[in-house]
């Protein structure tokens, strides 16, 4: 088993719709979640952290955590082409400060104008 | 502010050689993390490095080393270099103290031939 799964799509949206993206870890002692969105050809951009249980909401985006049942999501809203992108869901692993991110295969969100 | 700045974004080499790639981190950032990117593995963590210190140590041989310099300034190195070595190396900056919200620098593309 992994220690962060994702489905590596590709999630294909219309434009307009919302995207929602899953990703389950195994270290149940992990404190801190990261969503990273990241184009072809580039690096990884941050674009959500969450450290607590329930939801949290940046714009068109929402990171949701449940770590009871190892689980976060990450959901677009309006979904536009520019969201076009993998998806890469990452644990921080162990304690909180440790700067050693395990990082899922990611997930090819498409939207279609 | 700047952001996280690599060097150089491209290198060619060959079998058996070195390498050394630089990173700088953002201003103020005390932790840089090194990650290498391949399409078969995804984002794999290489190390961590705080205030001069190697804080985490991913599943990597020895030829993989890195350090960091008193202003935060970090280098990785890569001895006998093989050819499954190539890939994107990418450097993340973050506090160290406060959460581990990674910032990533453009990264390196080595290809070894």
């Known amino acids: 088993q992994k220690e962060v799964e994702q489905n590596s799509g590709p999630l294909s949206v219309p434009e307009g719709a919302i995207a929602s993206l899953n990703c389950t870890y195994s270290?149940?002692?992990?404190?801190?979640f990261f969503w990273y969105r990241q184009y072809s050809g580039k690096s990884p951009e941050l674009i959500m952290f969450?450290?607590?249980?329930g939801d949290k909401e940046d714009g068109r985006f929402t990171a949701q955590l449940n770590k009871a049942s190892q689980y976060v999501s990450l959901l677009i809203r309006d979904s536009q082409p520019s969201d076009s992108a993998t998806y890469l869901c990452a644990v921080e692993r162990g304690s909180s400060n440790t700067g050693k991110l395990i990082f899922g295969q990611g997930t090819t969100l498409q939207v279609k104008p | 502010k700047a952001g996280v700045t690599q060097t150089p974004r491209y290198l060619i080499k060959t079998r058996g050689q070195q390498v050394t790639l630089s990173c700088s981190p953002i201003?103020?950032?005390?932790?840089v993390s090194w990650y290498q990117q391949t399409p078969g593995q995804g984002l794999q963590f290489l190390f961590e490095y705080f205030s001069e210190t190697q804080r985490n140590k991913g599943n990597f041989p020895g030829r993989f080393s890195g350090r960091q310099f008193s202003n935060s300034r970090s280098e990785m190195n890569v001895s006998t270099l093989e050819l499954g070595d190539s890939a994107l190396y990418l450097c993340a900056s973050s506090p160290g103290t406060e959460g581990t919200e990674a910032f990533f620098g453009q990264g390196t593309r080595l290809t070894v031939v």
């Open positions: 969450i450290y607590s249980n």
């Open positions: 270290d149940r002692g992990s404190q801190s």
């Open positions: 201003s103020g950032h005390r932790s």
